[in-house]
């Protein structure tokens, strides 16, 4: 292969493919990002006065962090793949009265109110049963902790028709009426059967997991200011039926209505996003604010004053419905990162109508908060919540191929088969 790759006749071959793209692709860019330039650069794009360093806050305050990791493929047994989950929850306190910046809360006490740190979950089904759709409904039913379904889905009806709908009664006459038996349990808020890939199945029950993790931080005596989760907030819709084709969907709903009611602020922060010229509006805030300028960049959707902007006009779930994103950076050495709020909690707490030197103010000191939880040196510029949430959870290299010696030792042990548990490819030093 190698005397393949090193040769003239490739290097053609990708500079064919770079053209390409640069003909079909950048040129229509640019020619978007031309329509919005003036816009982001006067409007939407700010910076902020961060926190002195020696800063004492007259009331110190929470902020809960939720990550996770796993794996696919903890062992494969023929047709079967058993999943590994691991999530974690962190609380860390401001502490600026006490000098000890934003330490941890004691395991013992996190334990207590929220379970084992880490969380983990397993879960398994057949690849050609058929089986998918009714096992990933019993992981999801067992992980998620609220367990009633009318409950769970209204929060998503109730924001998504701004009210009209609250209760099942209101479903009546509505264009949802038709489709309330689809929505009666776990197993009928799959809509997404037939695309149930082992990738597609992970990542949901990863993100299920990080949900139920938050919700029992929401629903705990913890009662953080900020809640941040890694990720977007986005919910994949069923185009046809106008609600979310996966049960993650309407939990992320859940998680919004909750916190609402609990007076905490949601963020889902994602260090890699597919934000499109997030590295020209980058070079644009550099240019305007400063080289070593911390800033951000709201990004509006079709229902804000002047609607959205046409580089992403064509692009389905950017900005996520219901939600509202931004961009921003605390540094200059790391690529800038997307942050989403709730969009309801946004139009009540950050928004004001008609005066937009208001909202700015109400963004600043924001995003001057998010700065101070984002000052370790370790992971400077990214939530030092969010950062150890992350460590803890992450499954090394190590930690899986001793989990996998595990299953290993517990097929042994209970006299099951080991030929049956080897890897895909084991033969022939392949």
């Known amino acids: 292969m190698l005397d393949k790759i090193l040769t003239e006749k490739f290097r053609r071959r990708l500079k064919m493919v770079f053209t390409d793209i640069q003909n079909q692709q950048d040129r229509r860019d640019e020619q978007e990002f031309a329509k919005d330039e003036v816009r982001i650069k006067e409007r939407l794009l700010s910076t902020f006065t961060p926190y002195s360093a020696d ?3 007259e009331d110190d305050y929470r902020i809960a962090a939720i990550d996770g990791s796993g794996t696919d493929s903890l062992m494969t047994l023929d047709d079967i793949r058993i999943h590994l989950l691991s999530t974690s929850t962190i609380v860390v306190d401001t502490n600026t009265q006490s000098e000890n910046l934003f330490s941890p809360i004691d395991r013992e006490t996190l334990e207590s109110e929220l379970g084992d740190q880490p969380q983990i979950d397993t879960h398994w089904h057949s690849g050609v049963r058929g089986d998918a759709r009714e096992k990933l409904a019993e992981t999801l039913a067992n992980i998620y902790p609220l367990k009633d379904i009318p409950s769970l889905i209204l929060p998503f009806f109730t924001d998504f028709t701004q009210g009209k709908i609250a209760s099942f009664s209101d479903f009546t006459d509505t264009e949802y009426e038709k489709h309330v038996p689809r929505l009666s349990d776990m197993e009928t808020l799959i809509s997404r059967e037939q695309l149930l890939t082992n990738p597609t199945v992970h990542e949901e029950i990863r993100k299920v997991s990080e949900y139920a993790a938050a919700r029992r931080v929401l629903t705990s005596d913890i009662c953080p200011k900020y809640l941040l989760i890694d990720g977007a907030l986005s919910v994949f819709m069923h185009f046809v039926r106008r609600y979310p084709s996966m049960p993650s969907g309407f939990m992320l709903r859940d998680l919004c209505a909750l916190a609402r009611q609990k007076n905490v602020v949601l963020c889902a922060v994602s260090k890699n996003h597919t934000i499109p010229f ?8 550099r ?17 804000d004053p002047e609607g959205g902007l046409h580089i ?10 219901l939600a509202v994103p931004y961009l921003y950076s605390f540094s200059r050495d790391n690529r800038p990162s997307r942050i989403d709020f709730d969009r309801i909690w946004w139009l009540q707490n950050i928004f004001v109508p008609a005066d937009p030197r208001a909202t700015r103010s109400n963004e600043k000191a924001l995003f001057a908060e998010l700065e101070f939880m984002s000052r370790d040196a370790r992971w400077y510029g990214y939530p030092v919540p969010l950062a150890l949430a992350h460590v803890s959870c992450k499954l090394s290299y190590e930690d899986l191929r001793l989990a996998k010696q595990v299953c290993e030792d517990v097929r042994t042990e209970m006299g099951l088969d080991r030929r049956k548990a080897q890897d895909l490819r084991a033969d022939y030093d392949l």
């Open 55 to 57: 800063i004492i806050l």
């Open 278 to 285: 997030a590295h020209r509006i980058a070079g644009m805030a």
């Open 287 to 303: 240019e305007v604010f400063g080289e070593t300028a911390k800033w951000f960049c709201h990004l509006p959707c079709k229902d």
């Open 312 to 321: 992403y006009e064509d692009r389905t779930y950017i900005p996520p419905m």
